[in-house]
């Protein structure tokens, strides 16, 4: 079975949740992992089952990257915060090159998430 990673900086955990409400039955299809408050969030509010990392600035975001790595993540749904600083960036950017140099989708806000769902469809 394929796998997703769902992520969203505190600023989007409201569009994630509406996103996974809209989709649930899709990504019930999938095997889904998520930095830990995005994961219980995806559980509590969606009722989804998911594997949970650390949160983002614990390294969340590295241990979704070496998946990428060891190719166990087909996609990756990270809606971010363009207009707030993150204290670990240099960790969002090593995951988004890690999809970019291993060819793994990755939506950074919920205009692509729903192109990646309709396209996996």
Request: glycine share 4%; aromatic share 4%; charged share 20%.
């Amino acid at each position: 079975m394929k796998t997703i990673a769902l992520i969203a900086h505190d600023g989007k955990k409201a569009d994630i949740v509406a996103f996974a409400m809209q989709n649930t039955a899709f990504l019930k299809r999938y095997n889904l992992v998520a930095t830990k408050s995005t994961g219980t969030l995806m559980n509590e509010k969606c009722g989804l089952e998911v594997t949970k990392m650390a949160s983002g600035p614990y390294g969340g975001d590295a241990e979704i990257a070496a998946l990428i790595v060891q190719k166990k993540i087909n996609a990756v749904i990270f809606i971010v915060d363009p207009l707030d600083k993150h204290p670990h960036d240099p960790d969002i950017q090593m995951l988004m090159r890690v999809c970019n140099v291993h060819n793994i989708p990755l939506a950074s806000n919920i205009a692509t998430a729903e192109l990646i769902v309709h396209s996996l469809e």
